[in-house]
């Protein structure tokens, strides 16, 4: 296997864009990312396209409408770590030699509101067991009984997330919320605030990969996607991850196993990590999970500044998905494109100083997860 | 008129109270819901139908206030897990939405409620879980 490097990196800020087509969307990221690389027409050889909802032959749409059609192209769904299994089946392309240059992006435009997904059969959309929110407050149950997390420690990890999203100019929400206002928000599923909940949206995010290395010598260390263990079911037809602590090792954990094996790395050489908040409680189980802190510590990390920029280990500093929202094809590369440029050093009023080894990470339905370990 | 289960092959109204149509693998012991012949487990072929409850214990629980899509019945709902004989966790509706009235490992029996009425004004049962021994 040879070294994957990453070439260039493109985003179109997350947020809502009732005036452009998710095409143009993920146009507008492919061409700032290929722009970045040098890399012009006939100069990659594949493109991975991440992508839920953005119907048939989407990632083929933007390529044609830049006149770059033609290489082999492939849509990938994976949930939430859609974006990330991009990612990792453009950079197995690299490094097996392959191909020397992939595209690799993701674009969304999510309808509003709760998550509506095919995933669910009628009949249990029909009686209300397709209530996604509710999966994220059973989980966060699960936190409070096994984990020492309170209502409180929720709050403060949105209100963390929050406050670094201030320094997004890429973000949906750039506005601090103190911890008694997130407390006083509505309540949506006990015991989660509506401030404690991400909103899905719309963005788009691409990477260029190379068998060279680009600006900043940024690499690919690890890409690792895993599914659901068969041996950790709740019921067949369990749609979240976490929900069941039936000892059987999750998605995440899995996968975080792999890359930190093929990266070489453990999760003390990390610098920087970008995971997955779309719940404040998700953040905890994934911090949990990735061995940021001892599992059953959920709770202790948040209260001793776990995450904080000035803390040994800055968890979303880019605010994460509570801030930047979540369109689910680009969100995992907009997790790469951010860690790309904390590598680079070119993350501006959130950087974290002299970071050398960084962590992204998506789980969703599937269940699947994604660990991108970036190195410099 | 007579009522509808919202789908096939969920639950049986037996003489002595409702249960839930599980399968159980012949390989590995372990049981899942709702019921395939491949264990999804072990991935043996040929589990066998079982019904289970209607006693259970509460796991974990919410409520939903906010009618999620798709969704045909009212709100507010409970929302949890229940463990059942044989270690068969499911997730469910629960009758009580009124966390105050939930504990984690309240004794839960199984019940069978109407949940909306179909366009032909059939009504439309669905299972769910309600405090109390059975």
Request: hydrophobic fraction near 45%; charged fraction near 20%.
């Given at each position: ?146 984990s020492g997390v ?117 999760p ?5 990590v ?9 953040e905890i189980l994934s911090v949990e999970e990735l061995g940021l802190c001892p599992k059953g510590g959920g709770g202790a990390w948040v209260r001793s500044?776990g995450g904080?920029?000035?803390s040994r280990l800055?968890v ?61 | ?134």
């Amino acid at each position: 296997m040879r070294p994957v490097w990453i070439a260039g990196v493109g985003l179109h800020p997350f947020g809502r864009f009732a005036e452009k087509t998710v095409t143009a969307l993920g146009a507008h990221a492919v061409q700032q990312a290929l722009g970045e690389a040098g890399i012009g027409r006939g100069q990659f050889q594949a493109a991975f396209c991440g992508t839920v909802y953005s119907g048939v032959a989407a990632g083929h749409k933007v390529l044609t409408s830049l006149g770059l059609s033609g290489v082999p192209t492939v849509n990938v769904e994976a949930g939430c770590a859609s974006g990330g299994a991009a990612l990792a089946l453009g950079a197995a392309q690299v490094a097996t030699g392959r191909y020397d240059r992939v595209l690799v992006f993701g674009m969304e435009k999510m309808p509003r509101g709760i998550i509506r997904s095919s995933f669910f059969e009628p009949w249990r959309e029909e009686a209300g067991l397709a209530a996604t929110p509710a999966y994220f407050a059973l989980r966060a149950q699960r936190l409070m009984r096994d984990s020492g997390v309170t209502v409180e420690d929720f709050a403060r990890v949105s209100e963390k997330n929050h406050r670094h999203g201030v320094a997004n100019p890429n973000a949906m929400y750039r506005k601090a919320i103190s911890v008694d206002e997130i407390l006083a928000s509505p309540v949506v599923c006990e015991p989660l605030r509506l401030l404690m909940l991400c909103a899905p949206n719309e963005g788009a995010a691409a990477v260029a990969l190379s068998s060279e290395p680009g600006l900043g010598a940024v690499r690919v260390a690890a890409a690792a996607l895993r599914s659901h263990h068969a041996g950790s079911v709740l019921g067949e037809h369990t749609p979240m991850s976490g929900v069941a602590d039936d000892g059987v090792a999750t998605p995440t954990e899995m996968a975080a196993r792999d890359a930190y094996e093929e990266a070489g790395v453990g999760p003390d050489d990390l610098d920087v990590v970008e995971l997955q908040d779309t719940d404040s409680g998700r953040e905890i189980l994934s911090v949990e999970e990735l061995g940021l802190c001892p599992k059953g510590g959920g709770g202790a990390w948040v209260r001793s500044g776990g995450g904080e920029m000035r803390s040994r280990l800055p968890v979303n500093a880019s605010g994460g998905l509570l801030s930047k929202g979540e369109p689910l094809g680009a969100s995992a590369l907009g997790q790469i494109v951010e860690l790309t440029w904390q590598l680079r050093g070119a993350a501006g009023p959130r950087q974290v100083s002299d970071a050398r080894v960084a962590l992204g990470h998506t789980v969703g339905r599937g269940a699947n997860a994604c660990v991108v370990i970036l190195v410099r | 008129m007579a009522a509808r289960p919202i789908a096939p092959g969920l639950f049986v109204d037996d003489p002595e109270g409702p249960r839930l149509v599980a399968a159980r693998c012949a390989a590995c012991g372990k049981s899942h819901f709702p019921a395939g012949r491949v264990c999804p487990y072990c991935a043996a072929d040929g589990a066998s139908e079982i019904h289970v409850g209607p006693a259970g214990r509460l796991k974990l629980f919410t409520a939903v206030t906010a009618k999620p899509p798709g969704y045909r019945g009212e709100v507010p709902y409970g929302f949890g897990i229940v463990e059942l004989e044989a270690g068969l966790e499911v997730i469910a509706r629960l009758t009580e939405p009124r966390l105050d009235r939930l504990r984690l490992g309240l004794p839960m029996r199984l019940v069978l409620e109407p949940l909306f009425t179909d366009e032909d004004g059939t009504p439309v049962v669905t299972y769910a879980f309600a405090p109390g021994a059975s």
